[in-house]
């Protein structure tokens, strides 16, 4: 709360007009905290826009979000073409954890396919001069298979969304980053970064970028230690920016 208090504080001595500023915070969380600072400020002009950076990223993107039970019958539609047997119960079993994770192969790596194509190959390297039976228990062997459904399920997936224009979390990412570069130099808003101590790949090019064309401002909260101490993780990445 100390921390909001000073970037508005700071915000209000560089200009008393804050609608001109679009503050853009880690979660839905201190977007309250932003209202209640300035309500107790008696602040009495137009009040500057406030989001998330992930809802920024979603408008960029241009994609229509979807999550929960419609994507998990979305995805489930497109499983049955891979493996007809399989229900709707066993299939929930595993896919919205494996979605996760391919989200955020999606978000931190530079293709998804590679990822998954180096999960595949673990799964061989583990069965080499294994003898693996033809019992369905066997849990290398069910592994293996996995990663081979999953090598054309996610692929395919992805094609079935985009065709609909739907976009999981982690595709939104993807989706963003053709269009941060036009996106910075033709904005005219003023961004104002708050309080991240963590930059998925995309929201690192968003800022770098927005700051290329001073058309952003970045506030963060530390403690000196951790800064200036180069053995301590905690601080690495703000040693970085």
Not at 80 to 93: A, Q
Request: proline share 3%; charged share 30%.
């Amino acid at each position: 709360m100390q921390f909001l208090q000073k970037i508005v504080d700071d915000l209000l001595s560089k200009n008393q007009d804050l609608s001109q500023y679009h503050i853009i915070l880690p979660g839905k969380r201190p977007i309250v905290f932003i209202k209640k600072i300035l309500m107790d400020k008696d602040y009495n002009g137009l009040m500057p826009q406030v989001s998330t950076v992930e809802d920024m990223i979603k408008d960029i993107a241009d994609r229509q979000p979807i999550q929960g039970i419609a994507l998990w019958l979305f995805g489930f539609d497109v499983y049955k073409s891979i493996d007809p047997g399989e229900d709707f119960g066993s299939f929930l079993k595993w896919f919205p954890t494996l979605l996760k994770d391919w989200d955020d192969m999606l978000k931190f790596a530079e293709e998804d396919l590679h990822v998954l194509q180096w999960m595949l190959d673990e799964e061989r390297i583990k069965n080499w001069g294994e003898t693996l039976g033809d019992e369905d228990d066997n849990l290398r062997k069910k592994n293996l298979n996995f990663w081979r459904k999953m090598n054309v399920f996610l692929p395919l997936l992805k094609q079935k969304l985009n065709e609909k224009n739907f976009a999981t979390s982690g595709m939104i990412h993807e989706a963003a980053k053709s269009s941060i570069l036009k996106f910075a130099q033709q904005t005219n808003e003023k961004f104002v970064f708050c309080g991240f101590d963590a930059f998925t790949p995309i929201e690192e090019l968003l800022v770098k970028s927005l700051l290329s064309w001073d058309k952003a401002i970045c506030y963060f909260q530390a403690d000196e230690y951790y800064i200036n101490d180069t053995r301590q993780e905690a601080g690495k990445f703000l040693r970085s920016h």
